[in-house]
Structures are given as structure tokens and as C-alpha cells.
């Protein structure tokens, strides 16, 4: 089904993340603060401004279990906010970061978090009891550009990145006193900083990379509107490179390890999904819209492009009328977040959110059999 809820908060979103009980959203309006909202009956109402950065917010996360929220900016810092009564009291995070923080998440246990950057590095950090501060452990060397997202895997160990030099990367986070060897996987048998895979399959920016629910599939999107999906990248990775006959994606959900959701440029969520063989295609776009007439002009603009490509259409009059893309959906920009709202079952996911340049936060519904 479509959009079940659409919120216009601001003229434009940068990022945006869920309360454990998704009665409140926090989202940065493209400045430096993070604005917290609370839904009272049907109206949403402004109940904190958390402005401690100095630079545009490109990254917040809000823990499930401590109900902690971390933020990180162009400003290169980060700050996990803790709630103290009403007020959101703010801890600076010592990254030693020379570029801007882009992207955060925590890890699955809540124990450590990862900040990608624009100095070719990722920050783990995670909180010293002893000196009551966060700190970061950086991984180095490894990116030879920006580092665009993260992506924990189910085991808290493991992390995938993709950059914008087009690779995807995959790496050991393991940090002795803070991870267990309690882990059924290898991972924890695995130096921090270790590379595990690297994956060349784009030859463009590299976005949106994320782990299926079970750790086996990892997914991630080209500039180039190619989406890639890998399976068991760790002993003998196999992948699949879809091409996407519209504009690129920038992030991508999995709703559960045969169904996956992609967003980006087009406005409009795609989903895709995986057969009983594992081969994964495209599905449909989950927004419907309608399509409006173009021009004779239109038309015949398509057509020179056709002819310069090679591909040009045979016209019969100037008076063809052609479909234009379909316009008028939820969202009027480019999709620029994606988070998981509420599961069903174990691995199934049924409920989710989407933000974008249009300043809007849209709830959607997807029905996905167990």
C-alpha cells in the first residue's frame, strides 16, 4: 500500500530517527540543530531543539534500549545525548577527525557506534566507565575518499562501508573489554581494523549499504543506478548488480532477507525482491502516482535525445503526445533517509519511514508474508 502518514516539518530534512517507542522524531531542518517532535492525538508539537553543533547535522541515530541519541556534523563532532528529566544533556564524543563526520549508527548492542568521515576514516567509539567519556578507535588507510554510510552487522562486529571513491568495504570492529568472544560467528576472532571484503562493483559514489536481518545478504547503490546485492561476502561472496532504469538511489532497507526497499533520487521507494533461487529484480515503485501529458515540445525533445543516443523513437506527427513521468507522490525530492519502524515477527518488517529535501517525514505500510 502507499503512504499511510506524510509530515511536512520543515522546508528541507538532512536526516531524521525514531524514539524507541515512536511516539517523538528527531530530525536536523538542513542547519546545525536537531528539532525533537512529539505526536499529542493527531498533532505534532516541538518539545526540544538540541543545538550543541556548530555546523549542518548530517547524521543522527536514537538508540533502542539506553535511549540515547547520537548526533554528528560538518562541524567534526559528535555528541551522544542522554536524556536528564525534560532536558537532553549533551556528551562531546573525541573523534580527532580533520573532515567533516557524515553518517552515524550504532551497533546492535547499543555498546559502540560508528561515524563515517571525509578524512578517509571511520571512527568506532565507545564509552570509557573508567574516565566517564566516549572515545573513538579509528580505522585508517583503508578508504581512499569519503565514507558515505555504515552498516553493522547482526554479530556487532562487523562493519560495512561504502565510500564515494565506489567501493564497499567490510571490517572487524572487534575492541577487547568492550566486545565478548561469546560471538557464534568467527568475527570475534578478528584484529580491529582488519579488512574483511572489498567490493569494486561500482565504478561511481557508492551509497545506502546495509545487512540483510539474518547478516547473510549485504546490499548497497551506485551512483551510476546500479543496486547491488552480495551474498555471503565473508568465505565466498557472489553478487548481483541490478541496473535501474531511473535516477540513482541513496539508501536502501531491507524488509526482511528476500525483500528490500530502495530510495533516492526518483522520490519514490522501490522494492525489490529475491526468488526461491536468491535472484533478486526489481518489483515495483511503492508510491502511486499519476501521470500528467507533455508537450509536443516534450516529445520531440525526447526524441533528439534518442537520436544523439541511439535510440530514437519514430514520431508520426507533431502532435504525438507522449506520458510523462508520473508526478504528485508523497515525496517531492529526493529520498535521502530510510528507518525500519516496527517489525512483525522476528525478521519481518512492515512499517517504515522515509525524509527528504522536501521537508517531509513519510510513514509507509508494505504487507510482506511471513
Same mark, same amino acid.
Given at each position: 500500500?502507499?503512504?499511510?502518514?506524510?509530515?511536512?516539518?520543515?522546508?528541507?530534512?538532512?536526516?531524521?530517527?525514531?524514539?524507541?517507542?515512536?511516539?517523538?522524531?528527531?530530525?536536523?531542518?538542513?542547519?546545525?540543530?536537531?528539532?525533537?517532535?512529539?505526536?499529542?492525538?493527531?498533532?505534532?508539537?516541538?518539545?526540544?531543539?538540541?543545538?550543541?553543533?556548530?555546523?549542518?547535522?548530517?547524521?543522527?541515530?536514537?538508540?533502542?534500549?539506553?535511549?540515547?541519541?547520537?548526533?554528528?556534523?560538518?562541524?567534526?563532532?559528535?555528541?551522544?545525548?542522554?536524556?536528564?528529566?525534560?532536558?537532553?544533556?549533551?556528551?562531546?564524543?573525541?573523534?580527532?577527525?580533520?573532515?567533516? %563526520?557524515?553518517? /552515524?549508527? &550504532? !551497533? =546492535?548492542?547499543?555498546?559502540?557506534? @560508528?561515524?563515517?568521515?571525509?578524512?578517509?576514516? *571511520?571512527?568506532?567509539?565507545?564509552?570509557?566507565?573508567?574516565?566517564?567519556?566516549?572515545?573513538?578507535?579509528?580505522?585508517?588507510?583503508?578508504?581512499?575518499?569519503?565514507?558515505?554510510?555504515?552498516?553493522?552487522?547482526?554479530?556487532?562486529?562487523?562493519?560495512?562501508?561504502?565510500?564515494?571513491?565506489?567501493?564497499?568495504?567490510?571490517?572487524?570492529?572487534?575492541?577487547?573489554?568492550?566486545?565478548?568472544?561469546?560471538?557464534?560467528?568467527?568475527?570475534?576472532?578478528?584484529?580491529?581494523?582488519?579488512?574483511?571484503?572489498?567490493?569494486?562493483?561500482?565504478?561511481?559514489? %557508492?551509497?545506502? /549499504?546495509? &545487512? !540483510? =536481518?539474518?547478516?547473510?545478504?549485504? @546490499?548497497?547503490?551506485?551512483?551510476?543506478?546500479? *543496486?547491488?546485492?552480495?551474498?555471503?561476502?565473508?568465505?565466498?561472496?557472489?553478487?548481483?548488480?541490478?541496473?535501474?532504469?531511473?535516477?540513482?538511489?541513496?539508501?536502501?532497507?531491507?524488509?526482511?532477507?528476500?525483500?528490500?526497499?530502495?530510495?533516492?533520487?526518483?522520490?519514490?521507494?522501490?522494492?525489490?525482491?529475491?526468488?526461491?533461487?536468491?535472484?533478486?529484480?526489481?518489483?515495483?515503485?511503492?508510491?502511486?502516482?499519476?501521470?500528467?501529458?507533455?508537450?509536443?515540445?516534450?516529445?520531440?525533445?525526447?526524441?533528439?535525445?534518442?537520436?544523439?543516443?541511439?535510440?530514437?523513437?519514430?514520431?508520426? !506527427?507533431?502532435?504525438?503526445?507522449?506520458?510523462?513521468?508520473?508526478?504528485?507522490?508523497?515525496?517531492?525530492?529526493?529520498?535521502?533517509?530510510?528507518?525500519?519502524?516496527?517489525?512483525?515477527?522476528?525478521?519481518?518488517?512492515?512499517?517504515?519511514?522515509?525524509?527528504?529535501?522536501?521537508?517531509?517525514?513519510?510513514?509507509?505500510?508494505?504487507?510482506?508474508?511471513?
Amino acid at each position: 500500500m502507499a503512504a499511510v502518514a506524510v509530515h511536512q516539518f520543515a522546508e528541507c530534512i538532512t536526516c531524521h530517527a525514531w524514539s524507541p517507542d515512536q511516539s517523538m522524531v528527531a530530525f536536523c531542518p538542513n542547519n546545525s540543530e536537531v528539532h525533537i517532535y512529539k505526536l499529542f492525538g493527531e498533532k505534532w508539537e516541538k518539545m526540544h531543539v538540541l543545538s550543541k553543533h556548530d555546523q549542518i547535522v548530517c547524521g543522527i541515530d536514537w538508540s533502542l534500549k539506553s535511549n540515547k541519541i547520537v548526533t554528528v556534523s560538518h562541524d567534526r563532532n559528535s555528541y551522544v545525548w542522554s536524556q536528564d528529566g525534560t532536558e537532553w544533556v549533551p556528551t562531546l564524543v573525541i573523534l580527532r577527525l580533520n573532515r567533516a %563526520a557524515l553518517c /552515524v549508527q &550504532w !551497533s =546492535p548492542k547499543e555498546n559502540k557506534f @560508528a561515524v563515517g568521515s571525509g578524512a578517509k576514516s *571511520i571512527c568506532i567509539c565507545y564509552y570509557e566507565q573508567e574516565n566517564n567519556w566516549w572515545v573513538s578507535k579509528l580505522i585508517r588507510k583503508r578508504h581512499e575518499s569519503s565514507v558515505t554510510t555504515v552498516a553493522w552487522h547482526p554479530d556487532n562486529i562487523l562493519l560495512a562501508t561504502t565510500s564515494t571513491d565506489g567501493k564497499c568495504r567490510v571490517f572487524s570492529t572487534f575492541i577487547k573489554g568492550v566486545d565478548s568472544k561469546e560471538s557464534e560467528s568467527s568475527s570475534s576472532d578478528l584484529k580491529f581494523g582488519e579488512q574483511i571484503a572489498q567490493l569494486d562493483l561500482s565504478v561511481t559514489w %557508492a551509497f545506502g /549499504v546495509r &545487512w !540483510s =536481518p539474518s547478516g547473510t545478504i549485504l @546490499a548497497y547503490a551506485g551512483h551510476n543506478s546500479m *543496486i547491488h546485492f552480495i551474498d555471503d561476502v565473508k568465505s565466498n561472496p557472489s553478487a548481483q548488480s541490478i541496473p535501474l532504469r531511473d535516477l540513482p538511489l541513496r539508501d536502501i532497507l531491507f524488509l526482511s532477507d528476500r525483500v528490500a526497499v530502495g530510495v533516492g533520487f526518483d522520490c519514490n521507494p522501490m522494492i525489490f525482491t529475491a526468488d526461491d533461487t536468491g535472484l533478486w529484480s526489481f518489483t515495483k515503485y511503492l508510491d502511486q502516482r499519476k501521470a500528467a501529458p507533455s508537450s509536443s515540445r516534450g516529445s520531440q525533445l525526447s526524441e533528439a535525445f534518442g537520436k544523439l543516443y541511439g535510440t530514437s523513437k519514430q514520431v508520426p !506527427s507533431n502532435d504525438t503526445v507522449e506520458p510523462s513521468k508520473p508526478r504528485g507522490g508523497a515525496h517531492e525530492n529526493c529520498i535521502t533517509c530510510i528507518v525500519p519502524l516496527s517489525k512483525r515477527g522476528n525478521t519481518t518488517l512492515c512499517r517504515f519511514s522515509t525524509s527528504g529535501l522536501d521537508g517531509k517525514v513519510v510513514i509507509w505500510e508494505l504487507d510482506i508474508p511471513k
